[in-house]
């Protein structure tokens, strides 16, 4: 069975830092792992995704992860937080090995919150 | 549509009543989820459609779930009997392929429907 962890409940951060929300995943086979961002009232949206290639993946505004097999990790970073960077943060995982659909499982989530 | 338009976006039920979720995804998009979201929680999933074949419902919590897509385009989710257990944000989410191919897909949410019972 597939699983993901995100070990952080909330991650504070000063406006201009850099800022890491960690991920880690089990899967059986070679995952596809993404990350979502869910802003109050709203529903999750599309950040960034690795499927294979380069471990380091650049997604929207200006995210980006880093796909660490050894440590079966999927980490997501970005250079320089903002305060409209506020919000709930879930990464998934895919196991393409799992059959014939491709059933996305999801973090419980960790919630960012920049300080101006 | 442009993206994935859930309704209601609130509904309070009383203990028992019966309630019923509509999605409607994006349009040509062949795969067609249903995730219940509580408060401080991931999505959890309930139920999968490929077209209107519902290929997976091993999430659902009990038999009072119940979800059908009968023309592969829109969706419903019927809660019966609702429970307080059942307060949650049910979230729909679509993407454009199915099967084995479609691992790489990226899932579009609508804005979801939140539940709350009395």
């Known amino acids: 069975a597939q699983s993901v962890a995100q070990p952080e409940d909330q991650v504070n951060v000063a406006e201009g830092n850099p800022l890491t929300v960690k991920c880690t995943y089990s899967?059986?086979?070679?995952?596809?792992l993404f990350w979502y961002v869910q802003y109050p009232n709203r529903g999750l949206q599309f950040l960034l995704k690795?499927?294979?290639?380069?471990?380091l993946v650049k997604g929207s505004y200006g995210f980006e992860a880093e796909f660490n097999k050894s440590q079966t990790s999927f980490h997501l970073k970005k250079p320089s937080a903002l305060v409209s960077d506020s919000a709930l943060y879930f990464c998934?995982?895919?196991?393409?090995?799992?059959?014939?659909?491709?059933?996305?499982?999801f973090g419980t989530g960790t919630k960012l919150q920049v300080i101006p | 549509g442009a993206g994935v338009s859930q309704s209601p976006r609130y509904k309070v039920a009383k203990r028992g009543q019966d309630v019923a979720l509509r999605c409607d995804p994006i349009?040509?998009?062949?795969?067609l989820f249903w995730y219940q979201q509580a408060l401080g929680q991931g999505p959890e999933f309930l139920t999968y459609f490929q077209n209107e074949a519902q290929l997976d419902k091993s999430g659902l919590p009990s038999d009072r779930f119940f979800a059908e897509r009968p023309e592969g385009s829109v969706s419903t989710l019927k809660i019966q009997r609702t429970q307080q257990e059942d307060s949650a944000v049910y979230l729909c989410?679509?993407?454009?392929?199915?099967?084995?191919?479609?691992?790489?897909?990226?899932?579009?949410f609508g804005a979801g429907s939140r539940l709350t019972v009395l």
């Open positions: 349009s040509g998009h062949v795969s």
């Open positions: 998934a995982v895919r196991d393409p090995g799992s059959g014939g659909y491709q059933k996305v499982t």
């Open positions: 989410a679509s993407s454009a392929d199915g099967g084995a191919s479609s691992g790489a897909n990226v899932l579009t």
């Open positions: 690795y499927i294979t290639g380069d471990n």
């Open positions: 899967v059986s086979g070679n995952p596809y």
